[in-house]
């Protein structure tokens, strides 16, 4: 297997954004507030009270943006729409059309250069109107979210072929709910946690029928962000804390999507914590169980690094010395550990039998600015994204059926807790005067593509 095989089996190559992080334009054409315009309003939240209010400013920016595109060669493009553009206040029953006239836009250009439009449908920027009637706690809020997904796949059915449900539902619950460094806030809220977790699962189950009946021949997913999770050491302590983790982190969501169940060990391990009591999980139903494992097309996989997990809570001198030894780190802090994703595929291959792996995110912050000549030497960036297409592709070479890399991200943006304090982008972008330099890692993933495309 080489690359120019997969290239025949039509690969997607691509890049990530998501609306809140780069659109800006917040209140414009009737759009509504979102959770994360609340959340990063109130002081504090947000590293240097930074907001989304302008981001990248690609509301108005976006002919230049898919120019940038273009111009890198990709063949797809992931993005995700701003609800409340669609349904301001969320509850409303009809749509507001300057936000679909947006995304009409966005979409028939993409298509009309040659770039596939990959949508997710909620990267976290729900309408606050939602929020106010319980958020994700609420199941009246899966059926607003299943009823935007009808709209939705209703108005761009024809012309989007691929569909994420979700990004990344374990950000919103745990650290939404358990952080409380995402909206709405809130500190080890576990009850509540779960709860949204199942609410997630469950309005992505009841989404799927709708964006199929309405998206003829397209595909259907959700994006997880997943972690291999290894023990710090050998001790019984940092093997009990791994196993909690993965458990809250990967099996939550991967053992009712595949197998139909929840992690049982995971409820009892967090009564056992006196985290949650019997009634924090009477919401759990085997109907709902039903419609959560309905089966997709593909399983989105956000990578970013391993987590290597020590138990805290036991004194260092009685625990057994760390034998990880870790990796250099990101500018973000982040472990590079590309070996993780080689085996992260491979699991999901061999545990959960995943049909079909999308990478939807892939990608490292580092903060490397212009130099005299304007040149953005981030090297360590390119290093990071080659390791590891390198270890996908030994994954392929295994027999994963992966299908699709895309790098985050297109350009730098709003990093939500982070502020504009984190760079992920191939593209830099100046926060002042909002304009885009491609960095090298830009070129470099440039002559990637086209020499697997020739
Ligand atoms: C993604 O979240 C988001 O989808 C995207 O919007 C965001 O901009 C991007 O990543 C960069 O943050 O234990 O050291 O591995 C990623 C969220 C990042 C959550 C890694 C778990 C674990 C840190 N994940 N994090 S570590």
């Given at each position: 297997?080489?690359?120019?095989?997969?290239?025949?089996?039509?690969?997607?190559?691509?890049?990530?954004?998501?609306?809140?992080?780069?659109?800006?334009?917040?209140?414009?054409?009737?759009?509504?507030?979102?959770?994360?315009?609340?959340?990063?309003?109130?002081?504090?939240?947000?590293?240097?009270?930074?907001?989304?209010?302008?981001?990248?400013?690609?509301?108005?920016?976006?002919?230049?943006?898919?120019?940038?595109?273009?111009?890198?060669?990709?063949?797809s493009?992931?993005?995700?729409?701003?609800?409340?553009?669609?349904?301001?206040?969320?509850?409303?029953?009809?749509?507001?059309?300057?936000?679909?006239?947006?995304?009409?836009?966005?979409?028939?250009?993409?298509?009309?250069?040659?770039?596939?439009?990959?949508?997710?449908?909620?990267?976290?920027?729900?309408?606050?109107?939602?929020?106010?009637?319980?958020?994700?706690?609420?199941?009246?809020?899966?059926?607003?979210?299943?009823?935007?997904?009808?709209?939705?796949?209703?108005?761009?059915?024809?012309?989007?072929?691929?569909?994420?449900?979700?990004?990344?539902?374990?950000?919103?619950?745990?650290?939404?709910?358990?952080?409380?460094?995402?909206?709405?806030g809130?500190?080890?809220?576990?009850?509540?946690?779960?709860?949204?977790?199942?609410?997630?699962?469950?309005?992505?189950?009841?989404?799927?029928?709708?964006?199929?009946n309405?998206?003829?021949?397209s595909?259907?997913?959700?994006?997880?962000?997943?972690?291999?999770?290894?023990?710090?050491?050998?001790?019984?302590?940092?093997?009990?804390?791994?196993?909690?983790?993965?458990?809250?982190?990967n099996?939550?969501?991967?053992e009712?999507?595949?197998?139909?169940?929840?992690?049982?060990?995971?409820?009892?391990?967090?009564?056992?914590?006196?985290?949650?009591n019997?009634?924090?999980?009477?919401?759990?139903?085997?109907?709902?169980?039903?419609?959560?494992?309905?089966?997709?097309?593909?399983?989105?996989?956000?990578?970013?690094?391993?987590?290597?997990?020590?138990?805290?809570?036991?004194?260092?001198?009685?625990?057994?010395?760390?034998?990880?030894?870790?990796?250099?780190?990101?500018?973000?802090?982040?472990?590079?550990?590309p070996?993780?994703?080689?085996?992260?595929?491979?699991q999901?291959?061999?545990?959960?039998?995943?049909?079909e792996?999308?990478?939807?995110?892939?990608?490292?912050?580092?903060?490397?600015?212009?130099?005299?000549?304007?040149?953005?030497?981030?090297?360590?960036?390119?290093?990071?994204?080659?390791?590891?297409?390198?270890?996908?592709?030994?994954?392929?070479?295994?027999?994963?059926?992966?299908?699709?890399?895309?790098?985050?991200?297109?350009?730098?943006?709003?990093?939500?807790?982070?502020?504009?304090?984190?760079?992920?982008?191939?593209?830099?972008?100046?926060?002042?005067?909002?304009?885009?330099?491609?960095?090298?890692?830009?070129?470099?993933?440039?002559?990637?593509?086209?020499?697997?495309?020739?």
């Amino acid at each position: 297997m080489n690359m120019n095989e997969l290239d025949k089996k039509g690969f997607m190559w691509g890049v990530a954004t998501s609306s809140y992080q780069i659109e800006g334009a917040y209140d414009t054409d009737g759009r509504g507030p979102s959770v994360w315009d609340t959340f990063s309003h109130k002081k504090g939240n947000v590293k240097n009270n930074d907001n989304g209010d302008t981001a990248c400013n690609h509301y108005n920016f976006w002919e230049e943006d898919i120019e940038l595109i273009k111009k890198l060669g990709v063949n797809s493009y992931r993005f995700s729409l701003s609800w409340p553009r669609i349904f301001p206040k969320g509850t409303e029953k009809k749509v507001n059309q300057k936000g679909i006239d947006f995304y009409q836009t966005l979409i028939d250009t993409l298509l009309s250069k040659g770039i596939d439009p990959v949508l997710t449908l909620n990267h976290w920027d729900m309408p606050q109107g939602l929020e106010d009637i319980g958020g994700w706690t609420s199941r009246n809020v899966t059926e607003e979210f299943t009823r935007y997904a009808y709209y939705i796949s209703k108005h761009f059915g024809d012309r989007v072929k691929n569909w994420i449900t979700h990004n990344e539902p374990w950000c919103i619950s745990h650290l939404g709910y358990v952080q409380g460094i995402k909206p709405p806030g809130l500190k080890n809220a576990w009850g509540k946690s779960i709860l949204v977790a199942h609410n997630l699962l469950l309005s992505h189950g009841l989404a799927i029928p709708e964006i199929r009946n309405n998206s003829k021949n397209s595909k259907v997913g959700i994006t997880l962000n997943l972690n291999t999770a290894e023990p710090a050491s050998e001790s019984k302590y940092d093997k009990e804390e791994c196993n909690f983790y993965d458990l809250q982190f990967n099996k939550l969501y991967l053992e009712p999507l595949y197998n139909k169940k929840y992690p049982e060990e995971l409820f009892k391990e967090l009564k056992n914590r006196k985290l949650i009591n019997d009634n924090d999980l009477s919401f759990i139903n085997n109907d709902d169980l039903k419609i959560i494992s309905t089966s997709t097309d593909f399983l989105g996989v956000n990578y970013y690094s391993r987590a290597v997990i020590r138990n805290n809570d036991i004194s260092e001198n009685k625990n057994d010395e760390p034998l990880i030894e870790l990796g250099d780190k990101t500018d973000f802090d982040w472990e590079v550990y590309p070996k993780g994703l080689f085996n992260l595929l491979l699991q999901l291959k061999e545990n959960y039998s995943v049909n079909e792996i999308i990478i939807t995110e892939n990608g490292c912050s580092y903060n490397d600015s212009p130099n005299e000549n304007l040149e953005i030497k981030d090297q360590r960036r390119i290093d990071y994204h080659q390791s590891h297409i390198d270890q996908m592709f030994k994954a392929i070479e295994q027999g994963v059926n992966c299908t699709g890399y895309f790098a985050w991200s297109l350009m730098d943006n709003f990093e939500w807790a982070q502020g504009y304090s984190q760079r992920f982008g191939l593209i830099w972008v100046d926060f002042k005067t909002l304009e885009r330099i491609p960095k090298n890692s830009f070129y470099w993933y440039q002559k990637l593509i086209s020499s697997v495309e020739n």
